[in-house]
């Protein structure tokens, strides 16, 4: 794009659209197949992460600008299938640290379909009970009323 003379603002502007676009389709993929809610899924989709990550740190800023912070939800979510320990982690570590921009609903349902096909570990017992949780407000937790699934 650059050779064509593209504006650096359209290119990072399209960027961002692709990576929003991208976001939205894996991450709701996650919610959607169970297949996709695994430990070893998790790790594909955290190495794939991780290459366009890299590419993006390779390009110049001028052109691909913030389009990296559109990939959030999906980054979050490959996080919290691949860490370890999960039914140790509390409600607040999970919401407040590891998955602040993930709504309750979202992390129950990524929780409730998650299973480890590589360590042949327990699903998580612990952590959909954490989400039961009836007062939220006590919790400090006010974005469980964000939406289900992300518009692509």
Same mark, same amino acid.
């Given at each position: 794009?650059?050779?064509?003379?593209?504006?650096?603002?359209?290119?990072?502007?399209?960027?961002?659209?692709?990576?929003?676009?991208?976001?939205?389709?894996?991450?709701?993929?996650?919610?959607?197949?169970?297949?996709?809610?695994?430990?070893?899924?998790?790790?594909?989709?955290?190495?794939?992460?991780?290459?366009?990550?890299?590419?993006?740190?390779?390009?110049?800023?001028?052109?691909?600008?913030?389009?990296?912070?559109?990939?959030?939800?999906?980054?979050?979510?490959?996080?919290?299938?691949?860490?370890?320990?999960? *039914?140790?982690?509390?409600?607040? %570590?999970?919401?407040? &640290? !590891?998955?602040?921009?993930?709504?309750? #609903? @979202?992390?129950?349902? +990524?929780?409730?379909?998650?299973?480890?096909?590589?360590?042949?570990?327990?699903?998580?017992?612990?952590? *959909?009970?954490?989400?039961?949780? %009836?007062?939220?407000? &006590? !919790?400090?937790?006010?974005?469980?009323? #964000? @939406?289900?699934?992300? +518009?692509?």
């Amino acid at each position: 794009m650059r050779a064509n003379h593209v504006p650096p603002f359209l290119v990072c502007k399209l960027f961002a659209q692709i990576f929003s676009f991208i976001n939205a389709q894996l991450f709701n993929s996650l919610l959607l197949r169970r297949e996709c809610c695994s430990f070893s899924n998790g790790e594909y989709l955290k190495a794939g992460l991780a290459e366009l990550e890299q590419w993006c740190h390779d390009a110049t800023e001028e052109f691909v600008g913030l389009a990296w912070d559109e990939m959030k939800h999906i980054r979050q979510a490959v996080g919290f299938l691949v860490i370890h320990q999960k *039914p140790k982690k509390t409600l607040k %570590e999970i919401t407040n &640290d !590891l998955c602040p921009v993930l709504s309750i #609903q @979202q992390l129950y349902r +990524i929780s409730t379909m998650y299973w480890d096909n590589k360590y042949g570990n327990c699903c998580l017992d612990m952590v *959909p009970c954490y989400f039961k949780y %009836e007062n939220y407000d &006590d !919790l400090g937790l006010k974005q469980c009323y #964000q @939406q289900f699934f992300l +518009i692509g």
